[in-house]
T-cell receptor
């Protein structure tokens, strides 16, 4: 049973607008979350992380929001750029030292 | 700076054949991992090694074996390949067991006929 879910397989956004990628999880013990970006024929690369002691973490154009009561996190990209077109995975673990469970990914297309 | 290197990048096997996927990292990381990526399934952990000399099962270990040869190298072996093992395999490493960021290789695409 999938413990981390990304219910939108794909998303298209105009260049310059905001991209919002969503992730839901079922295990209330998860308290450390990561977002990865993946281009075709490459391995995933780390984007941003958040732990349960925070509800928001920013890194440049990328912001991750965590709502523990709803078991939901989201990645905001502002402004979106064509180079952001990729597949985005969220991942969760009980703590950073434990196994990470990955979502199924959302394919983002930023239209110039 | 190579990071995490996987070989081979592509492989076609017949059912029942065996093969080993090789992974090496040059970042002096302690922990290494093998994941598989399948359509609609995301990345699933097969095996991991928290440190040299130790290995543990992940979510989907059946049909695989691993060897942590030294600190740099972590191999994944399919003893008798099955069509269900057709997938893209990713090796990853992490600096310490408590540091969240995983560094991934470019992937190995395996097809079992």
């Amino acid at each position: 049973d999938q413990q981390v879910k990304q219910n939108s397989p794909s998303l298209s956004v105009q260049e310059g607008r905001i991209s919002i990628l969503n992730c839901d999880y079922t295990n209330s013990m998860f308290d450390y979350f990561l977002w990865y970006k993946k281009y075709p024929a490459e391995g995933p690369t780390f984007l941003i992380s958040i732990s349960s002691i925070k509800d928001k973490n920013e890194d440049g154009r990328f912001t991750v929001f965590l709502n523990k009561s709803a078991k939901h996190l989201s990645l905001h990209i502002v402004p979106s750029q064509p180079g952001d077109s990729a597949v985005y995975f969220c991942a969760a673990s009980v703590d950073p030292g434990n196994q990470f469970y990955f979502g199924t990914g959302t394919s983002l297309t930023v239209i110039p | 700076n190579a990071g995490v290197t996987q070989t081979p990048k592509f492989q076609v096997l017949k059912t029942g054949q065996s093969m080993t996927l090789q992974c090496a990292q040059d970042m002096n990381h302690n922990s290494m991992y093998w994941y598989r990526q399948d359509p609609g399934m995301g990345l699933r952990l097969i095996y991991y090694s928290a440190s040299e000399g130790t290995t543990d099962k992940g979510e989907v270990p059946n049909g695989y074996n691993v060897s942590r040869l030294n600190k740099r190298e972590f191999s994944l072996r399919l003893e008798s390949a099955a069509p269900s093992q057709t997938s893209v395999y990713f090796c990853a490493s992490r600096g310490t067991i408590t540091s969240g960021e995983l560094f991934f290789g470019e992937g190995s695409r395996l097809t079992v006929l």
